[in-house]
């Protein structure tokens, strides 16, 4: 995290306090439902006293995040309005932005030694930049799909939620936003939450609404963390599961050795990974090469993680590519920034509780895993920068 005078930007590979291990955090610190539910409308409660209150209510996506590209709000509406054909406009949209790049690279190359060559390559730097945009509004609305999926909308603006700097966030939905996660995850989440809120499992209802105060940008900071700590648990549960599969099939076939199998080859074995109810291609994917033979007992997801190396732990933890990465510090200020600057002060306390604070904190957790669900599926379409 870097923090300035006033305002602070947000550092995402300096930003995740979870320790898997003593060496987690300074491996992390060193890497830099149905249409109708769509339409449903968040509601965040925030009060200043018992006699006043005031209700923030938001339309379309509910998300802090607008489109920015043409792509974006046709894709925003289509979600809305016709989410049957969500995944079918946006594979069109994501080979019309591939094709659209490439054509204009092409151009770039065979301009190259004539009086047209700067031209063309100016042309081709903007595609670029337009193309990248437009990616990555699809990855977010890709999220908002996700999030939709299990009836939950995503935190609205906070700037727009705060009265006499109070906020309650209602419903919760943290049993929504927990479904998601597998057992082993689960526990792993729960443990990120006593870490970074002191969140007790079995605390009672008084002391989940106790009012409570935190700092705007330490909650940030928190936020930011989670999401890339959600992208790592996504990461790292595949990677054990695709290991725990080979195992068995290593076991299965009697091979024994050190070889080793890349997924693009798990694939021919059944292991495809469906992330948004569709195969997402032949494609190698983001979680390495997984050893063949593992001589010893199957672990715990918890204790699978804790033997990962620095090289893998930097593998599984940072954003595979350069969109996912702007796409989180988008969000992360479009969510806690200013509302005319689109700065995060450094200053300023929040009022709130700590049932609320786990709402955002299991909201950002699912957002990362999300996030390598879209960045995984966008990539069998369109290739994206690599981080």
């Known amino acids: 995290m870097d923090c300035g005078l006033s305002y602070t930007k947000i550092c995402l590979h300096q930003s995740l306090p979870f320790k898997v291990k003593t060496t987690l955090l300074s491996s992390f610190s060193s890497s830099t439902p149905s249409s109708v539910g769509c339409r449903r409308l968040l509601t965040v409660v925030a009060s200043g006293n018992s006699s006043s209150s005031s209700k923030c209510e938001f339309s379309g996506l509910n998300a802090p995040l607008e489109p920015t590209t043409p792509t974006g709000r046709l894709l925003s509406t289509v979600l809305l309005n016709d989410r049957n054909n969500f995944h079918v406009a946006v594979q069109k949209q994501l080979e019309h932005l591939a094709y659209d790049r490439d054509q204009a690279l092409a151009r770039m190359y065979l301009s190259f030694g004539s009086d047209e060559a700067f ?42 939620c705060m009265y006499n700097g109070r906020l309650e ?49 330490q909650l940030c900071r928190v936020y930011a963390a ?29 091979i024994a050795g050190s070889s080793q199998l890349l997924l693009s080859e798990l694939r021919s074995l059944g292991s495809e990974t469906v992330p948004f109810g569709r195969i997402s291609g032949t494609r190698s994917t983001s979680v390495g090469r997984i050893p063949l033979v593992r001589e010893k007992k199957q ?79 966008i990539r069998t379409v369109y290739q994206l920068k690599e981080n």
Not at 176 to 185: D, G
């Open 169 to 217: 966030i209602w419903p919760c939905r943290d049993w929504e936003l927990e479904s998601i996660h597998s057992c082993e995850v689960l526990e792993m989440v729960r443990e990120h939450l006593t870490i970074v809120l002191g969140w007790k499992e079995k605390s009672n209802v008084t002391d989940n609404w106790a009012p409570t105060k935190v700092q705007k940008l």
């Open 119 to 160: 031209l063309h390559r100016r042309i081709a730097e903007v595609k670029e930049l337009e193309c990248q945009a437009s990616v990555e509004d699809i990855m977010y609305i890709l999220i908002s799909y996700k999030f939709s999926g299990i009836r939950v909308h995503l935190v609205p603006k906070l700037s727009k």
């Open 299 to 377: 672990e715990k997801l918890k204790y699978y993680v804790m033997s990962f190396d620095a090289e893998t732990l930097q593998m599984c933890a940072k954003p595979k590519s350069k969109e996912a990465l702007n796409l989180i510090e988008k969000h992360i200020y479009a969510l806690f920034g200013d509302e005319k600057t689109g700065l995060i002060a450094s200053g300023g306390v929040i009022s709130t509780s700590l049932a609320s604070l786990k709402r955002i904190v299991l909201e950002a957790i699912a957002f990362g895993s999300f996030l390598w669900d879209a960045e995984e599926y």
């Open 226 to 254: 989670s999401v890339l700590f959600g992208y790592f648990l996504k990461s790292a549960s595949l990677r054990h599961h695709l290991e725990q599969k080979v195992d068995h099939i290593n076991r299965d076939l009697g």
